[in-house]
């Protein structure tokens, strides 16, 4: 639940169903307000990890590109990725 799913149960049913509603507001990539460039890339970072890493991979094709996830917390179980 803390995630994002929502449980369905029916009484008399041994399964329970988990669905996603989880809502995701994201801000688009568009350019840094308070970074502005004259030459180079015109896009940032959002909060969105897969945006973000989607991005590293649009910029670098390189099939050497190597990511590894981590999960950081005890309590939080925040998703983190080193490139």
């Known amino acids: 639940m803390l995630n994002g799913f ?6 008399g ?3 329970v169903f988990l669905i996603d509603t ?4 994201v ?3 568009d350019e840094p307000q308070n970074e502005k460039v004259v030459r180079g890339s ?12 989607n991005l590293l991979r649009k910029r670098i094709e ?5 990511i590894q996830y981590l999960t950081l917390g005890k309590k939080t179980n ?4 080193i490139a």
Do not use: C
């Not at 929502?6 to 009484?11: A, C, G, L, R, V």
């Not at 015109?42 to 890493?53: C, K, M, P, R, S």
């Not at 390189?62 to 190597?66: E, V």
């Open 6 to 11: 929502s449980i369905f149960y029916m009484d």
């Open 13 to 15: 049913e041994q399964h």
């Open 22 to 25: 989880a809502s995701n507001f």
């Open 27 to 29: 801000r688009s990539t």
């Open 42 to 53: 015109h896009q940032g970072f959002v909060e969105n990890l897969t945006i973000n890493l």
């Open 62 to 66: 390189d099939p050497n590109l190597f």
């Open 78 to 81: 925040t998703k983190v990725a």
